[in-house]
C-alpha cells in the first residue's frame, strides 16, 4: 500500500490559489497584444487572454507541485524505494506541451506585441524547464532502494549494490538542521562508500529515509552533523 510523505494542498486552496493566477494574468496578458484596448473586449481576444492564462496556470501546476502532485512510497515486507515520480513527469511534460502550443497559436492566429509575447512566452516556456522538468529528465532512472540485506542506487555518475554482511557502518550526514543529506558505507574492506541524496532529486524523502535506515540497519547506524555546503 503506497504511504504519502507529501500530500497536496486541499482541493479549496488549490483551486482558489490557481483561480488568482488566472485572473491576475488574464489582466495582465492584455499587454500581449498590439490592438486598443477597446477591442480586446470581444469574444476572439478574450478567448486569447484566456489561453494565455491557461499557460500561465500550467506552469504554475508544474513547478508548484504540491498543487497538484502528492509524493509517495511503495514500501513492501521486505523492502523499500525511493525514486523519482516518474509518473509525475510523464504527466508533467504532456501538459508542458500544451505551453508551446497555445503560444504558437496566438503568434500566428493575432497580432501581438512581439517584445512583450516573446517574453511571457520565454517565461511559461522556460521556467518549468529550469525548475523542474530539466532535473526530472536527468535523474529520471535514479533510484534508493532498501532492504533488509542490501543497499542499492543509482544516480547519474555510479550506481552500485552493497550487501549488509559487506558493511561495517552506515553513517548519516546531516545538516545544522539535522536533516539527512547524504550517507556514507564503511566497508568490511575498509573502503567508504558515499551516497549523495541531493544529486539523486529526493528531497522530498529525507525524513523517510532517515527512518528508513534505522528501521532496516540500527545495529550499524550513526550520525553526523556537518554544516550545510
Request: aromatic share 12%; proline share 3%; glycine share 2%.
Amino acid at each position: 500500500m503506497a504511504k504519502i510523505v507529501r500530500p497536496t494542498y486541499p482541493l479549496e486552496l488549490s483551486v482558489g490559489v490557481l483561480l488568482l493566477i488566472f485572473v491576475l494574468s488574464l489582466f495582465l496578458s492584455s499587454q500581449l497584444f498590439d490592438v486598443p484596448w477597446r477591442e480586446l473586449l470581444d469574444a476572439r481576444h478574450f478567448f486569447a487572454m484566456s489561453l494565455v492564462s491557461t499557460a500561465v496556470v500550467i506552469m504554475a501546476v508544474i513547478l508548484w507541485e504540491e498543487i497538484l502532485f502528492p509524493i509517495k512510497i511503495v514500501p513492501t515486507r521486505d523492502q523499500v524505494t525511493f525514486r523519482n515520480h516518474q509518473t509525475k513527469l510523464k504527466t508533467q511534460l504532456i501538459i508542458y506541451l500544451a505551453i508551446p502550443l497555445i503560444f504558437g497559436f496566438i503568434y500566428f492566429s493575432y497580432e501581438v506585441n512581439h517584445v512583450r509575447f516573446f517574453i511571457w512566452a520565454l517565461v511559461c516556456l522556460g521556467a518549468p524547464i529550469a525548475g523542474k522538468l530539466h532535473s526530472g529528465i536527468k535523474n529520471y532512472n535514479d533510484f534508493l532502494k532498501l532492504t533488509y540485506h542490501s543497499i542499492s542506487y543509482k544516480n547519474n555518475d555510479a550506481e552500485g549494490v552493497f550487501l549488509l554482511k559487506d558493511i561495517q557502518r552506515i553513517t548519516l550526514i546531516k545538516d545544522e538542521n539535522k536533516v539527512l543529506h547524504k550517507f556514507m558505507l564503511l566497508m568490511e574492506d575498509t573502503s567508504e562508500v558515499t551516497i549523495d541524496l541531493d544529486e539523486m532529486e529526493l528531497e522530498p524523502f529525507y525524513e523517510s529515509i532517515d527512518k528508513a535506515m534505522y528501521a532496516h540497519y540500527k545495529n550499524l547506524v550513526t550520525e553526523v552533523q556537518r554544516a550545510a555546503e
